[in-house]
Structures are given as C-alpha cells and as structure tokens.
C-alpha cells in the first residue's frame, strides 16, 4: 500500500524529517519496502500570472487574446484557447523558455497572426493534476511572479507491507492513527 507523507500530516504533526517515518514505521509493525521523493516536474519559468484582459481573437473563433501581468515590466500577450477563465483570475503561465513536463518547450509565436509570448497551463500540463478541460486556477492570491513551483509542496511516497494482522492501518487514517500514538500528539 503506499501513502502520502504530506496526506499523513493533514491528520498528524510529523517531523519536518519524512526519513524519519522509515524508522519509526517498522517500531509500529507497518513494514516501509520503499519510499521515494516525488520530484515532481521541473516548472522553471512557470509564474503566476494574473489575467489583466480577454479579447476574442481576430482571425479564430475559439481562441482568445489575453493581457496577463507576469511580473515583468510589461504584460504578457497570449493566445489562449481555454474558455473557464475572466480577467482577475490568476493562472500558471509558461514564459518563453519553459520546458513542460513530456518536453514541450515554449517560445514566442504567432498563433493565426496573433503574436503569443508564453502559454497559460491546465493541471494536466504542469502534471499537477488530471483537469485537462481548462486553465488550472490558482485558489488564493499568490503574488504575481511567483514561480509556480513554491505553491506547491514536494511529497514523499512511502511504500508499506501491512501485515494481515493490522488491516487497522490499510489506510491512510489508520498510519495516521498510529503515529499519533508514536509521537504522542
């Protein structure tokens, strides 16, 4: 079974040190056979951006000419094909440069006559989730600029043996429960 490092905590405070739980786990008769850092993709060049404006496109009905502050001097324009963004809505964008997870990389271009200067990203493109149906919409306010890699936390997989006996931890509640117990909180 594996789990969570960072879905563990949602229940119990753990040490900042996720190694740790390999120790300890073992102690508690939940065998770790393996556990692995979630890398996650490398987003560098992916900022927060904040869309400014949302015109229809001049040459193509289902694409839209977008005004989005980056955090540069000046906004960026980008063709946008995703329909369930307005203007104030901050989103994930890929500035010239980026390389998306599966190697997409992006650059300035003319999409139907309409030069674009980067790309605003659905979930499915930064492998940040499965919503390919439009633009990830980043809750909250983070600051435009932001690079999108610090919003979100690296997790750590830990792959457990849990033994016949203890079908009390074949979840995510029941590791949970035993830590707490462990750590006394």
């Not at 056979?33 to 496109?57: F, Q």
């Not at 839209?64 to 329909?83: H, K, L, N, R």
């Not at 890929?94 to 390389?99: M, N, Q, T």
Request: glycine fraction near 10%.
């Amino acid at each position: 079974m594996k789990v969570s490092v960072e879905w563990l905590r949602e229940y119990v405070e753990l040490p900042d040190c996720a190694d740790e739980l390999v120790d300890v786990l073992p102690m508690l008769g939940i065998e770790v056979e393996e556990d692995e850092e979630d890398a996650g993709a490398s987003l560098d060049k992916v900022v927060v951006g904040e869309v400014l404006s949302r015109e229809p496109h001049p040459e193509a009905d289902r694409l839209s000419v977008c005004s989005v502050e980056v955090g540069a001097d000046e906004p960026a324009t980008i063709v946008c094909g995703a329909t369930n963004f307005s203007p104030g809505d901050r989103v994930p964008v890929a500035l010239p440069g980026a390389k998306l997870p599966g190697g997409f990389k992006i650059k300035k271009s003319k999409l139907r006559g309409v030069a674009s200067e980067g790309m605003m990203c659905s979930a499915k493109e930064l492998e940040l989730g499965d919503d390919e149906s439009g633009l990830l919409l980043l809750p909250g306010s983070p600051g435009i600029g932001t690079p999108v890699d610090s919003l979100y936390a690296k997790d750590k997989t830990l792959e457990l043996e849990v033994t016949a006996n203890r079908g009390d931890c074949l979840s995510h509640f029941g590791v949970a429960r035993e830590l707490a117990a462990h750590y006394q909180t």
